[in-house]
């Protein structure tokens, strides 16, 4: 079977992204069939550094960007990949940021 491969695109600055990150890992934790790999945390604002990441094999993209990234939304939007987004504001409301 071949691994699928999971981008990670969480600005871990925040607690509730750890948060994300820990919980996506231990539901994938002893799943060979996939393998995450993640945004280097400087590059979370950089449109080249997400579109060179696509470049490699990806398979879904799991992510905290939302609209008011216009850029970087663009870019993860036109992948044609499955995305799952994490709603930051939602977090920020309920005071776990």
């Known amino acids: 079977m071949k691994q699928k491969e999971a981008f990670v695109v969480l600005n871990i600055a925040f607690e509730y992204a750890r948060q994300e990150l820990n919980g996506l890992l231990t539901t994938l934790e002893g799943d060979a069939r996939w393998h995450c ?3 280097e945390p400087r590059d979370y ?3 080249a550094a997400i ?3 696509l470049l490699r094999p990806t ?3 799991v992510t905290d960007i939302s609209w008011s ?3 970087v939304y663009e870019i993860i939007a036109a992948a044609g990949k499955p ?3 994490i709603d930051p504001s939602a977090q920020a409301q309920n005071g776990k940021t």
């Open 37 to 39: 790999r993640m945004i």
């Open 45 to 47: 604002h950089s449109a």
């Open 51 to 53: 579109r060179r990441e």
């Open 59 to 61: 398979d879904a993209i």
């Open 69 to 71: 990234h216009p850029s």
């Open 83 to 85: 995305v799952v987004c």
